[in-house]
Protein backbone atom coordinates (compact mmCIF):
# COMPACT_ATOMS: atom_id res chain seq x y z
CA UNK A 1 0.00 0.00 0.00
CA UNK A 2 3.01 2.29 0.97
CA UNK A 3 3.88 1.97 -2.82
CA UNK A 4 0.19 3.13 -4.20
CA UNK A 5 0.11 5.98 -1.76
CA UNK A 6 4.14 6.73 -2.68
CA UNK A 7 3.16 6.96 -6.23
CA UNK A 8 -0.08 9.19 -5.90
CA UNK A 9 2.39 11.35 -3.61
CA UNK A 10 4.84 11.32 -6.60
CA UNK A 11 2.37 12.44 -9.33
CA UNK A 12 1.35 15.25 -6.92
CA UNK A 13 5.03 16.77 -6.46
CA UNK A 14 5.71 16.46 -10.38
CA UNK A 15 2.54 18.06 -10.70
CA UNK A 16 3.67 21.17 -7.99
CA UNK A 17 7.19 21.24 -10.23
CA UNK A 18 5.77 21.58 -13.51
CA UNK A 19 2.86 24.29 -12.33
CA UNK A 20 5.56 26.02 -10.02
CA UNK A 21 8.47 25.49 -12.57
CA UNK A 22 10.55 24.62 -9.47
CA UNK A 23 13.78 22.78 -9.07
CA UNK A 24 13.02 19.73 -7.74
CA UNK A 25 15.88 20.25 -4.78
CA UNK A 26 13.55 23.10 -3.89
CA UNK A 27 10.20 21.84 -4.37
CA UNK A 28 10.90 18.67 -2.19
CA UNK A 29 11.40 20.39 1.20
CA UNK A 30 8.60 22.72 0.56
CA UNK A 31 6.59 19.71 -0.20
CA UNK A 32 6.98 17.48 2.97
CA UNK A 33 6.71 20.54 4.89
CA UNK A 34 3.14 20.53 4.05
CA UNK A 35 2.21 16.99 3.54
CA UNK A 36 3.12 14.46 6.40
CA UNK A 37 3.74 10.76 4.68
CA UNK A 38 5.22 7.65 6.22
CA UNK A 39 9.50 7.32 5.61
CA UNK A 40 8.54 4.28 3.18
CA UNK A 41 6.40 6.44 1.07
CA UNK A 42 8.12 9.52 1.25
CA UNK A 43 11.59 7.42 -0.58
CA UNK A 44 9.37 5.90 -2.72
CA UNK A 45 7.97 8.56 -4.12
CA UNK A 46 11.33 10.34 -4.19
CA UNK A 47 12.87 7.42 -6.59
CA UNK A 48 9.93 8.37 -9.13
CA UNK A 49 9.77 11.54 -8.97
CA UNK A 50 13.28 12.53 -8.77
CA UNK A 51 13.62 9.96 -11.60
CA UNK A 52 11.30 11.66 -13.83
CA UNK A 53 12.80 14.67 -13.24
CA UNK A 54 16.39 13.64 -14.32
CA UNK A 55 15.19 11.48 -17.53
CA UNK A 56 12.02 14.19 -18.03
CA UNK A 57 13.51 15.24 -21.48
CA UNK A 58 14.14 11.04 -22.59
CA UNK A 59 10.68 10.58 -20.86
CA UNK A 60 8.40 13.51 -22.55
CA UNK A 61 10.08 12.32 -26.00
CA UNK A 62 9.07 8.74 -25.82
CA UNK A 63 4.95 10.08 -24.86
CA UNK A 64 5.38 12.62 -27.92
CA UNK A 65 6.35 9.65 -30.10
CA UNK A 66 3.70 7.21 -28.35
CA UNK A 67 0.64 9.05 -27.81
CA UNK A 68 0.08 10.02 -32.13
CA UNK A 69 -1.99 13.74 -32.94
CA UNK A 70 -1.30 14.72 -29.21
CA UNK A 71 1.45 17.34 -28.64
CA UNK A 72 2.92 17.05 -25.10
CA UNK A 73 1.45 20.37 -24.31
CA UNK A 74 -1.91 19.25 -25.17
CA UNK A 75 -2.12 16.29 -22.90
CA UNK A 76 -3.96 17.21 -19.63
CA UNK A 77 -1.15 18.10 -16.86
CA UNK A 78 -1.49 15.55 -14.42
CA UNK A 79 -2.23 12.80 -17.18
CA UNK A 80 1.11 13.98 -18.49
CA UNK A 81 2.76 13.63 -14.82
CA UNK A 82 1.38 10.18 -14.20
CA UNK A 83 2.45 8.78 -17.91
CA UNK A 84 5.43 10.61 -16.55
CA UNK A 85 5.97 8.36 -13.73
CA UNK A 86 4.63 5.29 -15.12
CA UNK A 87 7.01 5.45 -18.10
CA UNK A 88 10.00 5.90 -15.51
CA UNK A 89 9.05 2.76 -13.75
CA UNK A 90 8.58 0.73 -16.65
CA UNK A 91 12.25 1.63 -17.84
CA UNK A 92 14.00 2.27 -14.93
CA UNK A 93 12.97 0.16 -11.85
CA UNK A 94 12.98 -3.83 -12.68
CA UNK A 95 12.00 -4.56 -9.60
CA UNK A 96 8.38 -3.41 -10.36
CA UNK A 97 6.52 -5.36 -12.81
CA UNK A 98 5.22 -3.43 -16.03
CA UNK A 99 1.50 -4.60 -15.36
CA UNK A 100 1.19 -3.30 -11.80
CA UNK A 101 2.97 0.06 -13.20
CA UNK A 102 0.06 0.25 -15.94
CA UNK A 103 -2.79 -1.05 -13.39
CA UNK A 104 -1.84 1.62 -10.90
CA UNK A 105 -1.13 4.61 -13.32
CA UNK A 106 -4.57 3.76 -15.27
CA UNK A 107 -6.31 3.74 -11.38
CA UNK A 108 -4.17 7.26 -10.87
CA UNK A 109 -5.66 8.71 -14.01
CA UNK A 110 -9.29 7.72 -12.75
CA UNK A 111 -9.04 8.86 -9.37
CA UNK A 112 -7.56 12.58 -10.55
CA UNK A 113 -7.79 12.83 -14.21
CA UNK A 114 -10.91 13.45 -16.40
CA UNK A 115 -13.43 10.62 -17.34
CA UNK A 116 -11.18 9.78 -20.27
CA UNK A 117 -7.86 9.63 -18.52
CA UNK A 118 -7.43 6.16 -17.53
CA UNK A 119 -8.23 4.60 -21.21
CA UNK A 120 -6.02 7.65 -22.29
CA UNK A 121 -2.98 6.83 -20.11
CA UNK A 122 -3.86 3.16 -20.74
CA UNK A 123 -3.42 3.09 -24.52
CA UNK A 124 -0.46 5.19 -24.45
CA UNK A 125 1.49 2.54 -21.77
CA UNK A 126 0.27 0.04 -23.65
CA UNK A 127 2.16 0.83 -26.66
CA UNK A 128 5.10 1.77 -24.14
CA UNK A 129 5.37 -1.57 -22.41
CA UNK A 130 5.30 -3.48 -25.48
CA UNK A 131 8.44 -1.47 -26.99
CA UNK A 132 10.35 -1.44 -23.40
CA UNK A 133 12.46 -3.67 -24.33
CA UNK A 134 14.18 -1.16 -27.31
CA UNK A 135 13.65 1.34 -24.97
CA UNK A 136 16.10 0.72 -22.14
CA UNK A 137 19.21 0.98 -21.76
Known sequence: MSRRKGRSVAVQILYQLEMNAQD?????????????????????????AGGVWRNRDRI??????????????????????????????VLYCDDIPSKVTLNEAIELGKKFGCDKSGAFI???????VAGADSLKK
Open 24 to 48: IEQALPEFWEHHAHSDETRQFAERI
Open 60 to 89: DAIITDTARNWSLERIAPIDRNILRAAIFE
Open 122 to 128: NGVLDSV
